[in-house]
């Protein structure tokens, strides 16, 4: 149940979004599902329209700058609909925890700043790997002579030995929180349901099972 004075900030990620809305009245519902109920006070929003590429996506935000400045003045906690609606970048969501403002993200209520930061370093490592397997696997395809864009997806195929190595990086990324989640006694069935719960995907952006939890740990 929310509580206390809360200005929201929205974002979407291109002009033509932010023209049309799309996306804009999902999160402005997430953010009043989350505060329905208890005793709080929406003091205003700032709506963002702007790219989330970039390290220094703070300097290029003014409106979430001005959210910022704002809670500062009056005392409110700033939230978003999701997490991902700010950045997929460690320094970014590093270096916001460090204003001093807190925030809330709807989806993700229960968070502390530990587990924020660590949700934005399988975001970004995330992001990243999208960008390094579809790099991949034009080179693959270009090796073995296909004429790219001239059949369609069907030949862009990573080999077998760039996937092992992609699986195995993920595993490290992850070795840390599992291994956190020893540490503290959880089953394997108690780790996947706060991976899922956190937000953190699988390697392949889905939700967390049991084969899947056991593969990661099978490589460390």
């Given at each position: 149940?929310?509580?206390?004075?809360?200005?929201?900030?929205?974002?979407?990620?291109?002009?033509?979004?932010?023209q049309?809305?799309?996306?804009?009245?999902a999160?402005k519902?997430?953010?009043?599902?989350?505060l329905?109920?208890?005793?709080w006070?929406?003091?205003?929003d700032?709506?963002?329209?702007?790219?989330?590429?970039?390290?220094?996506?703070?300097?290029r935000?003014?409106?979430?700058?001005?959210?910022i400045?704002?809670?500062?003045?009056?005392?409110?906690?700033l939230?978003?609909?999701?997490?991902?609606?700010?950045?997929?970048?460690?320094?970014?969501?590093?270096?916001?925890?460090e204003?001093?403002?807190?925030?809330?993200?709807?989806?993700m209520?229960?968070a502390n700043?530990?587990?924020?930061q660590?949700?934005?370093?399988?975001?970004?490592?995330?992001?990243?790997?999208?960008?390094?397997r579809?790099?991949?696997?034009?080179?693959?395809?270009k090796?073995?002579?296909?004429?790219?864009g001239?059949?369609?997806?069907?030949?862009?195929?990573?080999?077998?030995e760039?996937?092992?190595?992609?699986?195995?990086?993920?595993?490290?990324?992850?070795?840390?929180?599992i291994?956190?989640?020893?540490?503290?006694g959880?089953?394997?069935?108690?780790?996947i349901?706060?991976?899922?719960q956190?937000?953190?995907?699988t390697?392949?952006?889905?939700?967390?099972?049991?084969?899947?939890?056991?593969?990661?740990?099978?490589?460390?």
């Amino acid at each position: 149940m929310a509580n206390g004075k809360f200005i929201a900030y929205y974002r979407v990620s291109t002009q033509k979004q932010g023209q049309s809305g799309l996306g804009l009245d999902a999160q402005k519902q997430a953010v009043l599902n989350h505060l329905n109920g208890g005793d709080w006070e929406l003091l205003g929003d700032f709506v963002e329209v702007e790219t989330g590429k970039g390290s220094d996506a703070l300097d290029r935000r003014p409106q979430l700058k001005a959210a910022i400045d704002a809670c500062k003045k009056q005392g409110a906690t700033l939230i978003i609909a999701k997490l991902d609606r700010l950045a997929r970048n460690v320094h970014f969501i590093s270096g916001l925890l460090e204003t001093g403002v807190d925030f809330v993200c709807a989806d993700m209520p229960q968070a502390n700043k530990v587990m924020l930061q660590m949700y934005s370093v399988m975001a970004e490592w995330e992001r990243d790997q999208i960008s390094v397997r579809t790099k991949a696997a034009l080179a693959a395809a270009k090796a073995r002579g296909v004429v790219l864009g001239a059949a369609g997806a069907a030949n862009l195929k990573p080999n077998i030995e760039a996937r092992q190595q992609t699986a195995d990086n993920f595993a490290g990324k992850l070795k840390g929180v599992i291994d956190g989640m020893v540490a503290r006694g959880l089953s394997q069935r108690g780790m996947i349901a706060e991976l899922n719960q956190l937000g953190i995907k699988t390697a392949r952006g889905g939700a967390w099972s049991l084969v899947q939890l056991q593969r990661v740990m099978s490589r460390f």
